[in-house]
């Protein structure tokens, strides 16, 4: 789960990491009423999860009342802004960076700092980054942040705060159960003090269990969009709709679910939707993935790879016939490709309701068997 | 031979009394996997499908003689469940739960590092020995035993491979699902050391998929070390949409990441022969029936 900045930033004050002043401002109609009690000139930070802020002009200085009614109406009428953040305005000395994040070549968190922050960080020379392995992070103290910082030069009160906020990065890190916390900038104010300007935080959601508080924020559920996206979502299936395509894919496993695209475009055909139903699906969930991609515009036809391993050939049959029912008389055309635990149950259910199923045979069979039952349809 | 598991291999299971426990005990009982018993907590004593349930694995291992340990419990009980196995000093822990906290699959690769213990997963169907053993939930009778090695981090891809090649007689050592998440335990790498030194495997499919570069990474491992055995590989994704997760798995076309495309060329360059789509691994894996 991305956490829009505001909510990143709730949890930075958590951990001790300091922040501009700031106020969310959730609606239009929260510019109007607040905008009298806010000091100027203050920045307005349109919160949504796309980056590029700067430069689709959702970061904005506003200097009086009217200009932040004016920058107000502006940023609400963008897409997917989910509110303002009103900050007061930070004279910017100088810039760092600092961030952890999980390295999957070592399969280890690793710290990431660099003296040089701003915009252009990812275009530093690797030399000018210090990279350390932080696998055990959690039990890092003190001194170990100074010594990372003490040869980039930084020296008195920057370089205990920068140090202190290393500290509580990495413990907001391991506690939070993130998968990357990013501060850029991290910023050296006029009077010296060192604050987070920005806040790019990912939560595990597989930690969600032992983070209640995590549904409390406005950021929860955002990824999961709107219409058969949050439907999908809702059923716990894994879903992507790709625009111009006609052949939705469901399958069971991530892995199976590409091949069979890939598969589907090797045939000359073009797909549109992929559903993965995870491990131990339901015959609701089933049938929801059924309905969601049929329901994907520009779908055609739907190819259904699913293995009887922690599913079952037999609850996954049922599911498709339960959507089946649904549609009466005008189905999409269905291929389905199944073996496994309980296959036979499976393959006999799927059979006495019409469904064309290749039992022993290749995926390849399966989406050929697919696109020429689409000619056909097309040629009638 | 075959590599971690052979017939005599005796197995506990964690999680034993749960509904994929249960069901799961049932089909490796009748696959002829050794079951020697289940650990759930408050739970000893009972039994499942015959099998004794133990209230720790401690106990279990006070009883019984257990080269390994299949973990079917939910993701939020899957490190303590793991913990425990690795603290007991089993020697092989598949877990196959998926969404498990990556902060606890860090923990629990680490512990396992530090003993020196084999820990598989998670997000894995687990270990399959055809005709012999299973450690894990693939439908057993759609593997059969023979000459070829996969190693996977697409679980229901090898069933898949695996039944393209069954059902061909064209039969497999041991088949090794190392997990579909970012970080996992077993590797690549690791699998191919075991079957480098197995005298049953002529052959390796390795299977992998795009995001993260454990594919390259083994690759280049398998051509410095000299590799003895032909290795096919199949990478999934070709037509997947950049920055889209392409289901539950670590599965991203990740901004500077390769591509499928890529990752295959780069195969190809260390001397890896690879499939341009999964059904190329039948012909590749003839020779070897």
């Keep these: 789960m991305r956490l829009l900045e505001f909510d990143g930033k709730k949890i930075f004050r958590k951990y001790g990491i300091p922040v501009p002043e700031g106020k969310f401002l959730e609606t239009a109609g929260d510019v109007e009423k607040e905008a009298a009690a806010l000091s100027y000139p203050c920045i307005f930070k349109a919160q949504m999860l796309s980056g590029g802020r700067g430069k689709a002009g959702l970061i904005q200085k506003v200097s009086s009342f009217e200009e932040a009614k004016k920058a107000g109406q502006q940023i609400f009428a963008q897409e997917n802004v989910r509110g303002i953040l009103a900050e007061e305005l930070v004279p910017i000395h100088r810039e760092l960076f600092a961030a952890v994040a999980l390295d999957r070549k070592l399969a280890v968190p690793v710290f990431m700092f660099t003296a040089q922050g701003g915009m252009e960080v990812e275009s530093l020379p690797a030399e000018a980054m210090v990279r350390a392995p932080f696998a055990d992070g959690a039990g890092w103290n003190f001194h170990r942040f100074l010594d990372l910082l003490l040869p980039l030069g930084l020296r008195g009160k920057i370089l205990v705060q920068t140090a202190a906020i290393l500290r509580n990065l990495g413990r907001l890190f391991f506690e939070e159960d993130a998968l990357s916390v990013e501060i850029n900038p991290l910023t050296v104010s006029g009077e010296e003090k060192v604050l987070a300007l920005d806040a790019k935080v990912t939560l595990d959601d597989g930690a969600l269990f032992r983070h209640p508080a995590w549904r409390e924020m406005k950021s929860f559920g955002l990824e999961a969009g709107e219409g058969l996206e949050r439907e999908a979502k809702n059923a716990r299936l894994s879903y992507v709709s790709i625009p111009g395509g006609s052949v939705g894919v469901i399958a069971g496993g991530a892995g199976l679910g590409m091949a069979t695209m890939d598969a589907v475009f090797l045939q000359g055909g073009k797909p549109g939707a992929f559903i993965d139903i995870g491990g131990g699906v339901a015959e609701e969930s089933m049938a929801e993935a059924v309905r969601i991609a049929r329901q994907t515009e520009g779908i055609k036809g739907l190819l259904i790879n699913v293995f009887g391993g922690i599913n079952n050939c037999r609850i996954m049959a049922r599911g498709i016939v339960r959507d089946l029912k649904r549609q009466g008389t005008r189905r999409v055309p269905l291929v389905v490709k199944t073996r496994g635990h309980f296959q036979e149950e499976g393959w006999a259910i799927l059979e006495g309701n019409q469904v064309p199923v290749v039992k022993f045979g290749t995926t390849e069979e399966a989406v050929k068997l697919l696109l020429s039952l689409l000619d056909e349809r097309k040629g009638n | ?289």
Excluded: W
């Excluded at chain 2, 799961?24 to 349930?53: D, N």
């Excluded at chain 2, 049953?200 to 995001?211: C, D, P, Q």
């Excluded at chain 2, 999934?236 to 991203?252: D, L, S, Y």
């Excluded at chain 2, 990752?263 to 999964?278: C, E, H, N, P, W």
């Design chain 2, 1 to 289: 031979m075959a590599i971690l598991i052979q017939r005599d291999t005796r197995i506990i299971i964690q999680g034993i009394t749960g509904s994929q426990g249960a069901l799961h005990t049932a089909l490796s009982l009748e696959y002829g996997v050794k079951v020697v018993g289940g650990v759930v907590p408050g739970r000893g004593g009972e039994s499942v499908h015959g099998v004794p349930v133990f209230d720790s694995v401690k106990q279990a291992m006070e009883k019984e003689k257990v080269d390994g340990s299949l973990i079917l419990v939910p993701p939020s009980a899957a490190k303590e469940a793991a913990f425990e196995a690795l603290e007991n000093r089993v020697p092989l822990t598949v877990m196959v739960a998926e969404n498990v906290p990556v902060h606890d699959t860090l923990r629990i690769r680490q512990l396992a590092k530090t003993l020196k213990l084999r820990f598989i997963g998670p997000n894995t169907i687990g270990i399959i020995s055809p005709g012999k053993t299973k450690m894990g939930i693939m439908p057993g009778f759609l593997y059969r035993e023979g000459a070829v090695g996969i190693v996977s981090r697409s679980g229901t891809l090898t069933h898949e491979v695996a039944s393209n090649l069954s059902l061909r007689e064209i039969g497999q050592s041991t088949c090794v699902g190392i997990g579909g998440d970012p970080v996992v335990g077993m590797n690549f790498i690791e699998a191919l050391d075991l079957f480098r030194e197995d005298p049953e495997t002529k052959a390796v499919v390795m299977i992998g998929e795009i995001g993260g570069t454990a594919e390259e990474d083994a690759a280049v491992y398998a051509k410095e070390t000299g590799f003895p055995k032909p290795i096919f590989a199949f990478i999934a994704g070709q037509a997947a949409p950049p920055g889209k997760r392409m289901g539950h798995a670590g599965a991203i076309l990740e901004k500077g990441a390769r591509s499928a495309r890529e990752k295959m060329d780069f195969l190809s360059a260390q001397g890896i022969r690879v499939a341009g789509k999964v059904e190329d691994l039948i012909a590749f894996c003839t020779p070897f029936a």
